[in-house]
């Protein structure tokens, strides 16, 4: 049966209206892509360390969010899916140690344009099958040509170790369609005690490692200064004096 002028035009500015729905998500994982960016390389800079090995993020897909909607039971539209669904833009971000997690954290909540709506930490209270990491779900401006909207992006930040892990875990329930063996999930749970502990050893190598490089760095009489990836060694009588003035 064809359609009748009127339902075109209608179902026209539905498609148009849920185009823009899914570009809001898409546009506030690139804004909050960019302040990840932008911290990375000011901590680089000043710390001479890059606390982030790797980012990645992605949009849920309509399938993925009409099937979480039928989960949660809630009414199929716009606005029930914006205020209630707070993970359809995701950021996942891999860190060499626990310290920089919570490092990232503070720095991302402290930007003035974002507003942090929860905080899950479960790397101070793990999840009962061993998962640690530490989740925010953080609201982000998105100024579109006629209006701005908050768009909630949700942020996992883990340790290397534990992004291993909880890879391994999710191929394992899928494997076994999210009921695998006690046998199994026990063993897991073990891994992810090793993985933990892995983390507090490396982490504690890594902070005797830079007590070693402070104090080799106040006996050197120049200093690295590093833009854009050029080194250039500096007299620590200059520096002085360049902080003098």
């Given at each position: 049966m064809?359609?009748?002028?009127?339902q075109m035009?209608?179902?026209?500015?539905?498609?148009?209206?849920?185009?823009?729905?899914?570009?809001?998500?898409?546009?506030?994982?690139?804004?909050?892509?960019?302040?990840i960016?932008?911290?990375?390389?000011?901590?680089?800079?000043?710390?001479?360390?890059?606390?982030i090995?790797?980012?990645?993020?992605?949009?849920?897909?309509?399938?993925?969010?009409?099937?979480?909607?039928?989960?949660?039971g809630?009414?199929?539209?716009?606005?029930?899916?914006?205020?209630?669904?707070?993970?359809?833009?995701?950021?996942?971000?891999?860190?060499s140690?626990?310290?920089?997690?919570?490092?990232?954290?503070?720095?991302?909540?402290?930007?003035?344009?974002?507003?942090?709506i929860?905080?899950k930490?479960?790397?101070?209270?793990?999840?009962?099958?061993?998962?640690?990491?530490?989740?925010?779900?953080?609201?982000v401006?998105?100024?579109?040509?006629?209006?701005?909207?908050?768009?909630?992006?949700?942020?996992?930040?883990?340790?290397?170790?534990?992004d291993?892990?909880?890879?391994?875990?999710?191929?394992?329930?899928y494997?076994?369609?999210?009921?695998?063996?006690?046998?199994?999930?026990?063993?897991?749970?073990?891994a992810?005690?090793?993985?933990?502990?892995?983390?507090k050893?490396?982490?504690?190598?890594h902070?005797?490692v830079?007590?070693?490089?402070?104090?080799?760095?106040?006996?050197?009489?120049s200093?690295?200064l590093?833009?854009?990836?050029?080194?250039?060694?500096l007299?620590?009588?200059?520096?002085?004096?360049a902080i003098?003035?």
């Amino acid at each position: 049966m064809a359609l009748s002028t009127l339902q075109m035009q209608s179902l026209k500015t539905i498609k148009t209206e849920l185009t823009r729905f899914m570009m809001t998500y898409k546009f506030a994982l690139d804004e909050l892509n960019t302040k990840i960016d932008i911290l990375q390389q000011e901590f680089a800079f000043i710390h001479d360390y890059n606390p982030i090995e790797h980012v990645t993020s992605r949009v849920k897909s309509p399938e993925s969010i009409v099937k979480k909607v039928g989960k949660k039971g809630l009414p199929l539209t716009l606005t029930a899916i914006r205020e209630n669904i707070h993970d359809i833009a995701g950021i996942r971000i891999t860190c060499s140690f626990r310290s920089d997690i919570y490092e990232l954290s503070t720095m991302l909540q402290s930007q003035q344009d974002i507003r942090v709506i929860e905080i899950k930490d479960y790397i101070k209270n793990p999840k009962p099958n061993g998962y640690q990491s530490l989740h925010l779900i953080l609201e982000v401006p998105v100024f579109m040509t006629d209006r701005v909207e908050h768009v909630c992006v949700e942020v996992q930040i883990r340790t290397i170790a534990m992004d291993f892990w909880a890879s391994l875990e999710h191929k394992i329930y899928y494997k076994f369609n999210k009921e695998i063996p006690k046998r199994l999930a026990d063993e897991l749970k073990e891994a992810a005690i090793s993985a933990a502990h892995l983390d507090k050893k490396m982490e504690n190598i890594h902070k005797e490692v830079n007590e070693i490089k402070n104090v080799e760095d106040v006996n050197d009489n120049s200093h690295e200064l590093i833009i854009n990836n050029e080194k250039f060694n500096l007299p620590l009588d200059f520096l002085t004096r360049a902080i003098k003035a």
